[in-house]
């Protein structure tokens, strides 16, 4: 059983940024691919990014490349979401996700294990 808590959400003006940090429970945190989803209000989820066990492969959505960068630190059971140039259309409840898998890591199904979710607010 793996609990993620979220954390670093707030208020920004759109341009600044943004660090969200996820702190993983559990021994194994290493052997677990992270991700992060988003969910607007009337929206449906979608997929921010990801990152593999090992931290070797990260992937984005195409609304967020080149802005936000994932990572993770296996010593301290985190995983972290920069980011930067934020716009009005980042604002959502941003959810920090678990699965021991390795594949469909854009797909919500491939997670086991979801947090409560921080909300992200960008002021115009």
């Known amino acids: 059983q793996v609990q993620l808590v979220e954390s670093g959400g707030g208020l920004v003006q759109a341009g600044g940024s943004l660090r969200l940090s996820c702190r993983a429970s559990g021994r194994t945190f290493s052997s677990y691919s992270m991700g992060w989803f988003r969910q607007a209000p009337g929206k449906e989820l979608e997929y921010v990014a990801s990152?593999?066990?090992?931290?070797?492969?990260?992937s984005y959505a195409d609304s967020v490349k080149g802005r936000f960068t994932i990572s993770r630190d296996n010593a301290k059971n985190t995983v972290c979401l920069q980011m930067n140039s934020l716009e009005p259309e980042d604002t959502a409840v941003y959810y920090c996700?678990?699965?021991?898998?390795?594949?469909?890591?854009?797909?919500?199904?491939?997670?086991?294990?979801w947090g409560q979710g921080t909300q992200v607010t960008v002021s115009s």
């Open positions: 990152i593999l066990w090992s931290g070797g492969s990260t």
């Open positions: 996700v678990a699965t021991r898998g390795t594949i469909n890591l854009r797909r919500q199904y491939a997670y086991d294990y």
